[in-house]
């Protein structure tokens, strides 16, 4: 009976390998940073390590002509965090481009120049017949994407997915824009751009004769993850900011903002709409 009394309990067991994994993890995170890697890389590759759902053959890439998809992360992230969206699309036939890029120390101009660079030295290595170019965007990243697609040197996009990309500014930034703690992690470039109203959203143009996607985030009860966010919402970007004008078809998940970067529900709407040119059929 001693021997069983003094067996650590399962409870306690339990929460000491919290403890382990909590210390362990931040101890991962402070040295990820103190080697200059982007905060969320830990946090992103851990976030995307599970299996991507199974293959759907209605959802493969079109044979005809290869299909290359150009991924970009949201605000504060990295390629990590589009890691399991990535790897669903290549298991699906598409070839992907996922780069980083340091969205906080730069403005979204300068990460769309950066976005041309690594797309013109993707096509230049690849030899044959060139892809057939689609967009998806999360966040921030749909707005690097609309920036680059801005440009006179930008390939012809095939469709375009946003996935929570505020099309007109953020108001959460807007409240934002001046708190210590905000400006320290996001910066005071691209973040502040995201206030509506901002100059930056009159160079963007509208995307015509394409398959425009906008996957919004919401609870669809009028109030959203967020009681400090008019209507519905993801817990960052409203819904109504989320559509754009020019979508040509639109879906709403019940997600925060996150989790519609990697959740199995979006990845399936994503490869739908880009084989079918809507996310429902």
Request: charge should be positive; glycine fraction near 10%; include cysteine.
């Amino acid at each position: 009976m001693a021997e069983l009394a003094s067996a650590p309990r399962p409870r306690r067991r339990a929460r000491r390998w919290l403890a382990f994994v909590l210390v362990a993890g931040l101890s991962a995170w402070a040295a990820a940073i103190a080697c200059g890697m982007n905060p969320s890389v830990p946090s992103d590759f851990v976030l995307n390590l599970w299996p991507v759902p199974a293959v759907d053959p209605q959802l493969l890439a079109p044979a005809d002509a290869r299909q290359l998809v150009v991924v970009q992360h949201g605000l504060w992230r990295s390629a990590f965090a589009m890691g399991r969206l990535e790897r669903a699309l290549r298991a699906h036939g598409y070839e992907v481009l996922n780069v980083s890029y340091p969205s906080t120390a730069a403005r979204i101009e300068d990460h769309a120049a950066a976005l041309a660079a690594a797309i013109d030295a993707y096509l230049a290595r690849e030899t044959g017949p060139k892809p057939c170019v689609s967009f998806v965007g999360h966040s921030l990243g749909g707005l690097v994407i609309r920036a680059y697609l801005a440009r006179a040197d930008a390939v012809a996009p095939a469709a375009c997915v946003f996935v929570a990309t505020p099309h007109r500014g953020a108001q959460l930034a807007a409240r934002r824009q001046n708190d210590g703690m905000f400006r320290l992690f996001m910066g005071d470039l691209a973040a502040k751009q995201l206030v509506p109203g901002n100059p930056f959203f009159a160079g963007l143009r509208p995307l015509r004769g394409i398959p425009v996607g906008t996957l919004v985030g919401g609870k669809g009860d009028g109030v959203g993850f967020s009681a400090s966010l008019p209507g519905d919402d993801d817990g960052t970007v409203t819904v109504d900011e989320a559509h754009a004008d020019d979508e040509t078809d639109s879906t709403m998940l019940p997600l925060g903002h996150t989790r519609l970067g990697f959740y199995d529900a979006p990845i399936a709407r994503i490869l739908h709409f880009l084989r079918r040119g809507r996310f429902h059929d």
